[in-house]
Each structure stands twice: as structure tokens, then as C-alpha cells.
């Protein structure tokens, strides 16, 4: 998948100390959700309707009028706003990413995205339209094609230090740039997030690199992403943003404490 991409994803944001809502773990009078396709459980995303993700960080920019770097302490909600489940696979529609943030002064509009994880343990990732018709999710098998291609493929788990994901000829690039590469694997506690038990995760650094531009990816299974930056190489445009809060949907909490 191409970073770039990432950059037309996602949420509702806050800068500096503003105010961000959150959101209880597991709200009273949760409804329970029929299950279909990968099991919730089985997958590396929660992909439950209501989930959220709270990231926190900075972008920086070359501010034309002061001649110099500009800086600004920013805040983006991930929000899954609705699920398609089907038997290979299921389908989640986000609302804003962290890579919104990406070329910004923090001054962005919340973006949809197509995230989809197969029984296979593929997951992709792909921007949508304004005005995409989120009928053709249910209906219409030809319209995912475009989603499911080797160009949105983000990565396939379980993750290893040196695979790589993308169009056939970019994995082959000895250089390992312009496509995803899983560069690193390490423990980390995730108990400094709200809204997770402290426990030890395997995390995994995904990166993609080009000339102009690098976008590095921090990942937990059962969580999602932990951390996101992106870095131009010429003119000054970075985000850099840490995972601070995430609590599951409802349907989530609801089977939680029924024991479904």
C-alpha cells in the first residue's frame, strides 16, 4: 500500500490541551452483535463498531510567513464508525487516522477509510471517497477488488522481522523502499495506555520508506497502532503521535460480560 494513503485517514481532534472526550470501557446497556466471518477475537484489529483510539503528539511545518519550522501538540480520535461482515472476511469503515495529520498544521477535516482484515490474516487499507455509496460493501463482490489489490495491502500476520508487503516488484527492491517492511520486534507494557490492562505485548515496527518521505508504524495485536510518525526528507513536515487511550465498542464489552 502506498503511504500515502495513510494521509487521507482519519478523526475528530483537539490541538494543544484542548479538551478530547472519552469514551467509558464498557458502557452500561451495550447491545450484543451477531457474529459473522473472522472471529473478533482472532483478528489483529478490534474491528467492533464504537471502538476508538485516542493518539496523541506533534506536527511541525515550515510556516511560509515566519520564514521558519512551526510546531503544534495535537490530538485525533480513530473512530470505527461501522462493520461488514463477511465470510472471508470483515470490513471496517474508519473515521479519521492518525496520517491525517501528515503535511498539516493541525487543521484537518476527518477522513474515511476502508480497513479490511481476511481469514488469511491479511489486512488492507484504503482511502474512500466523500461520496462513496457504503451499499456497495453489502452488495456489490466487484467492489472490493480495488480494496483487497497488492497495493493496499498494509501486512499479513503473524508478523516477522524482514518480511515485507506490497506490489510484486517494490518487495523486490533490495534497498526495501516503497513498500511496508517489518523492521523491528520488540516488548513493550501497555499498561500506560488508558483503557488497556497493564501486560506485556509483542510490538512490531512496520516501515515504508521512499526518497522523499518515511512513515514508521508501531503495532500490537488485539490493540492496533500503538504509535505513528512520518518525516519528510526535504521541506519540514512531520507528525509524530502515541497512543494514550482505546476502548472497544460495545458489542465488545457486551460479550465480555455475558461470556459470548
Not at 499498561?191 to 521512499?210: H, N, Q
Request: with cysteine.
Amino acid at each position: 500500500m502506498n503511504a500515502r494513503i495513510l494521509s487521507r485517514v482519519f478523526a475528530t481532534f483537539a490541538l494543544g490541551g484542548a479538551f478530547v472526550p472519552l469514551f467509558a470501557l464498557c458502557p452500561l446497556g451495550a447491545s450484543s452483535a451477531k457474529r459473522e466471518g473472522p472471529e473478533a477475537e482472532e483478528r489483529f484489529f478490534p474491528l467492533e463498531q464504537g471502538s476508538t483510539w485516542v493518539y496523541r503528539g506533534t506536527v511541525r511545518w515550515f510556516d511560509p510567513e515566519k520564514q521558519q519550522p512551526s510546531s503544534e501538540d495535537v490530538s485525533i480520535i480513530t473512530k470505527v464508525e461501522r462493520v461488514y461482515q463477511k465470510p472471508e472476511f470483515a470490513m471496517a469503515v474508519l473515521s479519521g487516522f492518525p496520517a491525517d495529520l501528515d503535511w498539516s498544521t493541525g487543521q484537518v477535516e476527518p477522513k474515511p477509510s476502508l480497513l479490511i482484515e481476511t481469514q488469511k490474516h491479511e489486512i488492507f487499507l484504503d482511502a474512500l471517497p466523500p461520496d462513496f455509496d457504503y451499499s456497495k460493501l453489502e452488495k456489490d463482490a466487484s467492489t472490493l477488488d480495488k480494496f483487497l489489490s497488492a497495493d493496499n495491502l498494509m501486512f499479513r500476520w503473524p508478523l516477522e522481522k524482514g518480511m515485507k508487503f506490497g506490489d510484486a516488484e517494490s518487495v523486490k527492491r533490495d534497498d526495501n523502499h516503497y513498500c511496508w517492511v517489518v523492521a523491528g520486534r520488540k516488548t513493550k507494557n501497555l499498561g500506560a495506555i488508558k483503557g488497556l490492562p497493564s501486560r506485556e505485548a509483542d510490538v512490531f515496527l512496520l516501515r515504508f520508506d521512499t526518497n522523499p518521505d518515511d512513515t514508521s508504524i508501531e503495532l500490537a495485536k488485539g490493540v492496533g497502532i500503538l504509535q505513528y510518525e512520518y518525516h519528510h526528507h526535504g521541506t519540514v513536515a512531520d507528525t509524530e503521535l502515541a497512543l494514550v487511550e482505546f476502548h472497544k465498542g460495545p458489542a465488545a464489552c457486551q460479550r465480555a460480560r455475558t461470556g459470548q
